[in-house]
């Protein structure tokens, strides 16, 4: 169960509003990147925990504090559009060019929210739920969450580069503070359980004898030039100790697949299911062309 | 440039299709953990590398290895659906029950592809390119890929459990020894990197002085009981060497955001705009209910 | 800024797991019907609440109970889970008729989670915060908050019609009951704002005098017999009190629209652009068809 | 079955083209608020209504004049396109700045419709069919529809206040009048099913004895400072004429959630499914923290 | 502007309702071969047709046939469900199997629309109006609607093969001499404005000479064994009368792409802006692996 | 099984890097005329190509070149994105407007890929898989590729006249002169299974006896006026030689649909199971409104 203060949990100050850095924090809110995505990704993991029970309450305190970090986020948003021309005329006005401004919104800031802000990202794409991983597995999990806040803090150093409003850098610092805690956090889970030695391979319940583990530390090489891009990936111990990385041309173990052609009534054309012209070539491709 | 040769990586076999299975391995192709995902992530972050040429080339390589990983499971899920009812009475004839079997079946198999594979996952739910992660941060990006094929080797894991055609267990003991050594591949840049140590805080080009440092390296408490769930990110030095865990109470440093009223043209009602019975009461949330 | 204490609002139990009906109770988390919704509207509706701050208050404080209603949709997947069918085997050991259970599932429930919820409705789609209105006009929003909890409680009725699990029609006779009151609770605003009368037409803060009042308050007939579906809209005063309902039969009040050809460089046919064979009957629609 | 004038129901001329409006009206073609949106909803409402024969007339007919609403916009925007600068030198010449028209435009209209209008936002996201509301609960679904209407006409009233082309502004107070009749519409069933009273709580044929209703009329607070805001929803009789409204400080009813363990085929982690070092601590969360 | 008349198009009869049916049929509906995208398709190209009329008015003409098609497969959606069991006893008591039908349907045909159509396909998945193509040019939009067409008679040939109710054959037969008229009726526009031969290629107002027309006509090849699939694509002249038909093997003609380095303030990892040991190879993939 | 090479297919070159020109160039990648799509149908195709297997190799080799063109336009657009303003700061600094860049660009160019092409279109919607056409009949697919290619041509011609940069302006005429060859090769394959007399209609392998075929080649009538387009589909033979073109005034065939009421236990409100004012007036829509 859940409560609130009704407080933000860092000051949210805008000296100079601007309507297009109201979009652009939209990313932070609705991407991928953002903040809606890590709590709800942080409070189903914790939900759906299966195991220890700490990870479970660890988890659902850090999503209940992201819930927080939307609210500072939206507030960021609602107070840069305060000001934002409503019409094409104002537009104008303010800076002289049709459109500058306005061409640049997030249009439904002003159709659609009256100058608040909605769970979408900066291009205006609504946030998309299948974007919470929550696996099941707690490794992997714990790597998704140490990507979400490693692209996160991108986002944020991103965005503090694109403003030059205190206010907004400081909220900022804040933010990018705790993505600096939140990626140590689920990688020190990671420590916790043994390090990637103990770790890897994700599931580490399956018996690694039971997949075809020739090929399980080789480097695929794919390129027609038969040359492999090296470096730690191709030689030394793999990471979980059970093997030595090696690079290895890829050959196909396979042979061309053959499927059944296709019923009668089935729906595909007379001329798939029937010998005719389109079959005179059973063999299919060919000459060779120099 | 890109080429093929027609082949199969690694040979798919199918004993005895099932039309429910073919369903189930659809999520390999077309869910989040799938193999579309990963070609397109690893091609984009190819195609996008800034900076050392070698991980590009490593990026394109194995995203190349990746279209074929694909084409083996739309194989799988072709060889799958031989057989499979294609009315509700071959239904009944097959199980005795009617809709035992194509009930469960992606019901697009039968009406949109003549008994192919889709890039769906397995509720038929199309692939959403939002997934394709390219940070245009290593370090980033190398989580992203690691976490990509941590929980696809947790799904691989689960479709060989589920499934005891042996066909079918061979080509997944085969993808899942892939998925162990591209786990492994993503992780060993980082080692390459310097280790989490210097990649960390990420992206680590950004001065850590100028993030509200006080609160970088502190997991925040939001029980109302007080009580933080401890382990070792609360304990101990930081993953990169840069400081201290502590647990730490999370309080509100912000106050109570306060919005300017709506613009009386901007589509609000009125009574948000102006003094009325709706305003009476300026100062919000009032008296204790014991 | 939010705070947790680990327990759930109201008990979850269930005497027989179902992970059919698992599947089912996902509508209620991510579905349109669906408590994610509500959570994220009334938290987006508050913090980007403008006027009488008590409405901001409301509306957050509200969301915040949201928040646990899908920890405990979330609980009650995760239990009716288990002890869910691994595999095909598995499945035919459970029911006698392979696919009778694992096809009726969310196989995400199994091969992406590990047996817990996720963030989708009953067939699987994922959440889409397009879902999220906030409009910025108080009354609208009161109207699609009491929308999303009569949806939401058609759902939870019928979803309590659907199972016989003790446990789960005592967690759904809570969450009825919870719906009741919400819907209750924003209609409330509305009488407190003054009824239908005071805030009709939304938003009642345009000059009616600048519309096309002709046809304000007309129920315009679109059938070809010229018979108008007659009831409260076509007679008696308006509910706002500003006019009179009436029956109309619509009649095109525009001409045919006439759209300027396509610029030679514009991508289109030379045939659209120029005179020739298909331009030969510049009228377009001609003779009459007995 | 359907039928067609090839007229317009509404004039609709534009005196200044202005790409970027064109933008602003996909809104009210393809937004949530949009004509797509209720045209689609009151039909499917009306092809799925069971009961009263009268509400599906009704519906159907309302569903049939909103066609014609698309139709009115997609001129409104074809219109609005031309002149459109189709290249960066025309914009250029245009407004002396690169961009500044260009850059506001939905660029579809230029690079995949060729000046015309898209089924899109004014952020250029399609509409997405699960915003179509058939419940089939006529009070619900005649929410729904006073929500769209609400929503719709808040939308056209801003637009209204964007443009100052006088055309532009004429079409809308069209709309704006039809939307105010919509309003009415769906509210004056609602009063011909007797009120509110009468058909609250939705869906009111649900027996209340079976709901926990000790719950049905309090309003939660979830404030950790026990307030709670305070106003018609606290007080006085509850709408449907069953309860009293009462604040009541939320208290967790429900324990700790205990999910069991994962099976160890299931594809969680070892540490999570054994004793181990992850397991030491069983109990969680543990000591305060000052 | 658009009237109805309240009737079917043709009658929609089913003898024995099937709830697993209902779902087949959604495809038609809402999935992308379905009857919605081809209604809003052939609207949306008429209200932007810019050209001769006549094709402006033919396609809304047919547009508007198309609405009753979804009004007629609406209709047998919800006669097909009628009977459906909304609870699991019920569903045990009807095929003696828990699941068999409740797992096999799409459970919001219960929980969401109470025995109704919804706007999704067979998945659930709703319609997404980017399927909607209306590029601007008549020649691409007739081979995008006779696309729309043949794969919805495929469809509707798949549907009538999946059923035995007469009523049901009955309704679809009709289908799909609708859609075999469609196909002819794009394809015939193709005739109209001189074949294949004038239109191609599309836009044919694009001068050729223009286009690197050495490529115009040779069919890649890029399999790494040389071998090119020969046909009529492969040989004889074009059907644009332009040119000859010939195999030619793919040359990468472009060197290895060089992008800048990061900006340093991009956020991207120190390490890929500045010397260091990830830079110690700057020439990327190197040593042949034999 | 695939290769690659590391080169460009054709060389990719930018004088002036323009990065509103980047992001009209994502159309090419993510939107629905661009390469992923044709990249990923044509795989699809192939890899459930079921019938004569040359026309699997066909469709996986032109697949296989496709991927190669999404190479050339992601470098296209991460080389337009150098130099692009990383803050409105540079923003102003550029054109002494703030927003008439930033503003117009994808900002996720920004703040999620440092500068690279995303999966995206022009508007920044992520490509979404269900434009995926692989319908299992040869002939409907053949048709779905060449729209493919028409849609993508168009789109080529329109880039190619937004921009004057001569780099640019060469790649954009190879990928032209592909896209002319691609619309060929789908149709000669048609050519070579006999033309569209043998093709259509599609499936050509449904007897033609079981469909309603008084109506296979009637151009239906929607207009009130009872006027019909008159065109080459209301005249002369069918294009499959099977029957004539002819007009039909369109008349419904079918009543008025009859819906059984809805279920008690259902979710619906009361007035809709049982007598009661709402059901008064059984018989519906009633006196003629002159």
Do not use: C
């Amino acid at each position: 169960m859940f409560y609130t203060d009704g407080k933000l949990q860092y000051p949210v100050r805008v000296e100079t509003p601007n309507p297009i850095f109201a979009r652009a924090l939209q990313q932070a809110i609705g991407g991928v990147e953002g903040e809606i995505r890590v709590m709800m990704q942080y409070l189903f993991q914790g939900w759906g925990s299966r195991g220890p029970k700490k990870y479970r309450d660890m988890l659902i305190n850090t999503g209940t504090e992201e819930i927080g970090h939307i609210e500072m986020l939206a507030t960021a948003v609602a107070l840069n559009l305060e000001g934002a021309p409503l019409s094409l005329q104002e537009d104008v006005a303010r800076d002289g060019v049709a459109g500058a401004v306005l061409g640049g919104m997030n249009l439904r800031h002003i159709l659609s929210t009256g100058l608040g802000a909605t769970p979408e990202n900066a291009n205006g794409v609504p946030f998309n739920a299948s974007h919470v991983y929550a696996s099941g597995n707690l490794a992997a999990d714990m790597l998704a969450n140490a990507t979400a806040e490693a692209t996160g803090r991108a986002l944020a150093v991103r965005l503090y580069g694109m403003t030059d409003d205190p206010g907004m850098k400081d909220m900022l610092s804040f933010l990018i503070a705790r993505d600096t805690m939140h990626q140590q956090q689920w990688l020190a889970v990671i420590e916790e359980l043994g390090g990637m030695e103990k770790v890897l391979p994700i599931p580490n319940s399956f018996p690694q004898e039971m997949e075809a583990n020739r090929f399980s530390y080789a480097y695929f090489g794919h390129r027609t030039d038969k040359q492999i891009p090296m470096g730690r990936w191709t030689e030394g111990p793999s990471l979980d100790g059970n093997g030595t990385f090696q690079p290895m041309i890829s050959e196909p173990l396979g042979g061309e697949p053959v499927l059944a052609p296709p019923r009668p009534d089935g729906g595909a054309q007379q001329e798939q299911t029937m010998a005719g012209p389109a079959a005179n070539d059973p063999t299919g491709t060919t000459p060779n062309v120099a």
